[in-house]
């Protein structure tokens, strides 16, 4: 897969961090510090502005944006641009007066402790996730954004309130309503990680133990560093990503893929689906592929089998329909890339030499006829000789 490289404008932020851009391969990711003399800039690319960044995403890469309280104008307008809606007092905190964590100083119970994850182990893993601290901003997912899926939700107690100014009207953002960590895929299949915490990500929070108001089990270790290596998995594309090769469709028993198929044909269609197991293309087993031979609207819906080594397959016969059809599958998964895979192919009827000589559907009609005329015969020679 292609490196990563991160350049840092200041050596804080580092040392803050540092185990959040550690990576587990160091050939995929390269730290920098922006006076580096290694760092040669071959071209000047002018200033970054909301449209930059959000063209970055549409060309199909990924994009991490963590925000606090001091985050500015710019960076929330761009994670609202990706589907999330902020509180408008922009010095409003998630506060949780009773799934807080327990530290040296609660104060106003602004460093949170949550548990409440999405349910996903292509997301997150397999492994169980401890409990998260979180201090920060939290945000809601507009209904109509269907492409952003809430990764770390509040306690049903948690809301949104500066503490430094008194509570007068009920909080805008409430209970598990509050996300605290989103993702996005786009349609591009490119990914977008938004989260409410800065502090999520340091070195003090991923190596503090965690213990939640109310309970007397403590942690030695918060889950925040098992949840960022996930996030950060995911993010990247060396989980849950999928590719197709190799679509064919033929006749039965014929290798050639044809340029045109007759009404009532028997074909067969397979594909290769193969996922990135972040080392190399692992065959994707899964039961819930399916392919629609779509013409205005699916005439033919069928569930792909498969031999578990990538391959999916299945046939039918074509619908005693004629126009210009699409294979298609779409394939959407909580977790992979969504597939997209169409090939139009027209659909002829029969030509005139073609039709059985005696069509079966018409031996009613066949009978009627004879029938008929047994019938005028017999009466006939009833009327001629009869007295």
């Not at 799934?99 to 996903?120: I, K, M, P, Q, R």
């Not at 007068?168 to 786009?186: D, E, H, K, Y």
Request: hydrophobic residues 40%.
């Amino acid at each position: 897969m292609s490196k990563t490289i991160i350049v840092l404008t200041i050596i804080l932020l580092f040392s803050t961090q540092a185990l959040s851009f550690s990576p587990e391969n160091p050939s995929d990711r390269r730290i920098l510090l922006s006076d580096d003399p290694k760092l040669a800039l071959k071209r000047f690319g002018g200033s970054i502005n909301q449209a930059a960044v959000l063209d970055f995403v549409d060309s199909g890469r990924d994009l991490i944006v963590a925000l606090d309280v001091n985050s500015s104008d710019f960076i929330r307008e761009i994670a609202i641009e990706c589907g999330v809606d902020f509180d408008e007092d922009p010095g409003a905190v998630i506060v949780d007066h009773t799934s807080y964590a327990l530290s040296g100083s609660e104060g106003d119970h602004t460093l949170v402790a949550s548990d409440n994850f999405v349910e996903s182990d292509i997301i997150l893993g397999s492994k169980k996730i401890e409990a998260i601290l979180f201090q920060g901003i939290g945000h809601s997912v507009n209904p109509s954004k269907n492409l952003v899926l809430k990764v770390l939700l509040a306690s049903p107690s948690a809301y949104s309130s500066n503490p430094y100014k008194k509570l007068v009207n009920a909080p805008s953002f409430t209970g598990s309503s509050i996300s605290l960590v989103s993702m996005v895929q786009a349609r591009n299949n490119a990914r977008v990680l938004i989260s409410g915490s800065l502090k999520m990500f340091s070195d003090r929070f991923l190596s503090s133990g965690v213990q939640k108001a109310g309970s007397s089990t403590r942690y030695k270790k918060s889950g925040n560093e098992q949840f960022v290596t996930e996030l950060s998995r995911w993010i990247f594309h060396e989980r849950g990503h999928l590719k197709t090769v190799n679509m064919r469709h033929n006749k039965i028993e014929q290798a050639d893929e044809p340029s045109m198929y007759r009404i009532t044909d028997d074909l067969e269609y397979s594909v290769e689906i193969y996922e990135w197991s972040g080392k190399s293309w692992e065959p994707y087993v899964a039961d819930d592929v399916q392919l629609q031979f779509y013409m205005m609207s699916p005439l033919v819906l069928k569930t792909l089998s498969t031999d578990k080594k990538g391959r999916y397959f299945t046939s039918f016969k074509v619908p005693d329909v004629y126009g210009v059809f699409q294979f298609k599958l779409e394939y959407q998964k909580l977790g992979y890339t969504s597939l997209s895979l169409s090939k139009q192919i027209p659909v002829r009827p029969f030509r005139h030499n073609e039709f059985e000589r005696f069509i079966t559907a018409t031996y009613p009609y066949y009978e009627a006829c004879f029938s008929m005329m047994a019938g005028f015969f017999i009466f006939t020679l009833a009327h001629l000789y009869s007295k």
